[in-house]
């Protein structure tokens, strides 16, 4: 996610957006869902935050997982957590997880020519348990088993892919989650810092945060074999 104005380029006199980047998974399991996201923040190739939340709350069993824009994101959050108390308060229960995914979608697509925002929906009720709605940029709304935006997505299409499976319980779906996005930051400059997860089901939900020394690390982060005893050897 990117936050600040836009940087001017002189040799062309005209202005670029900073590039953005962030990654967002949400995958359901058998009576629910967890959604997970990075803690990095930049403009361009500034690190303006390591710990940031990008998993905004919009009803109590309802979590948006914001990339692109931080701005436009969290303005459609508080828009949408607004109009989801409306709409309880007529209703006299929450709203579906379906509903609160249209009301992202509708404001998404009817701004789409001025927000850059992809988002993810998710999250637990009793009529249809957990639920995963993808919403990028444009306001298409898709319903998944599993979702995954951002810049670092690109690196963990194929893997996501592979390991999902239908009828997870909540300890493989959270593992998934974790491992999902631990490898897209060893692999995305622009996707680091901490990952922060909640878990949606019947038992509401269940927030976990995992500090940078806790993240789990990829081969290729880690010293080869015997490298120092290697190297006293040499010398």
Known sequence: MDLGPCVSTEATGKSQAPHTGTTIVAVSFDGGVVLGADGRVSTGTYISNRASNKIQQLTDNVFLLRSGSAADTQAIGDYVRYFAEQLACELGAPPSVATVAKLVSTMNYQNKEMLMGAMIVAGYDEQQGGQ???????????????????????YIWAALDDAFKEGMTRKEAEALVVDALSLAMARDASSGGIIRTVTLDKTGAHVRYIGGSDVPTWFEDLPAPNAAAAGMAVG
């Open 132 to 154: 995963v709605y993808g919403c990028p940029i444009g306001g298409t709304l898709v319903r998944e088993q599993w979702a995954v935006d951002g810049s670092g997505s690109t």
